[in-house]
């Protein structure tokens, strides 16, 4: 893995993005984490880089993982056009893009936008939408543990104690929940304009749902889906709100072959 940091310009200032890669050759994805930060798809990334073969482009979110944010990025929208920037910079072209839980929301802002630059979005148990009957939980009430139950389909595999945390580890985690507060709007994970923004994206979209996710349930996944014009819904069965941490295996070929597909699509645009 590598690490870089790149320069964006956006009409608020300049912003320093820390971009971690794996992979040096195929195509390229843009990993984007969720509140967890970016531990909870490092290993996946590096898992695609090495069987696609891929280059694997992981942004932490400014605010994650001991990254500055300025005082004016303060929402998700603002965050998807940094990384359109950042795609431009890097000069990325036929991008499959992969977000996980708010990474997910802030993917489908991406996809909103439009450009040239995407081929295909994958959407892994997103927030974002307000779904009535279907609330995103409110992940900042709960305990690590608490969080976990809702989290996996086995939570006695990711048994977390937190008494086991050094001082560097909980000063990250407190970093990391402070960002997500800040990205996560007044609404709590939930913007009310973004289904008026889902229905303009014209790139190929894939919604993959875990099943046993109770954070945001399937039914909240399929509302998602049914949101973009023509997006795909697929249930991802023994898994639960981050397939790419509980069952890396199941999503891998899910993510690979929904980004081959579409990639072949828009190159004979």
Avoid: C
């Avoid at 909870?40 to 898992?47: E, K, M, N, W």
């Avoid at 229905?199 to 909240?220: F, K, N, Q, T």
Wanted: hydrophobic fraction near 45%.
């Amino acid at each position: 893995m590598t690490r870089t940091t790149h320069t964006v310009a956006l009409d608020q200032g300049t912003l320093d993005l820390t971009v971690e890669r794996h992979g040096e050759q195929g195509r390229p994805f843009l990993l984007l984490h969720g509140g967890g930060g970016p531990a909870t798809v490092t290993p996946f990334a590096a898992l695609l880089a090495e069987r696609h073969p891929a280059r694997v482009f992981t942004p932490l979110h400014p605010g994650f993982a001991g990254t500055p944010r300025p005082e004016w990025l303060t929402d998700v929208p603002t965050l998807a056009r940094a990384y359109a920037h950042l795609l431009d910079v890097l000069d990325l072209r036929d991008v499959a893009v992969v977000g996980n839980s708010i990474g997910g929301w802030i993917a489908a802002e991406l996809a909103a936008l439009g450009g040239d630059r995407i081929s295909s979005v994958t959407l892994v148990n997103a927030v974002g939408m307000a779904v009535p009957g279907h609330p995103v939980a409110d992940t900042f009430s709960l305990t690590p543990v608490e969080l976990s139950r809702l989290s996996f389909h086995d939570p006695s595999k990711f048994r977390f104690d937190p008494a086991a945390l050094t001082e560097e580890q909980r000063a990250t985690a407190a970093a990391n929940q402070a960002a997500l507060r800040v990205y996560s709007g007044p609404h709590t994970m939930a913007d009310p304009g973004l289904a008026v923004r889902l229905a303009l994206i014209e790139r190929p979209v894939l919604v993959a749902w875990g099943e046993s996710d109770r954070v945001v349930d399937a039914d909240y996944g399929r509302a998602y889906a049914e949101a973009v014009p023509g997006a795909e819904f697929r249930l991802l069965k023994g898994t639960g709100h981050m397939p790419q941490i509980e069952t890396p295996e199941m999503l891998l070929p899910v993510v690979r072959d929904f980004a081959e597909a579409h990639a072949e699509v828009q190159a004979r645009r």
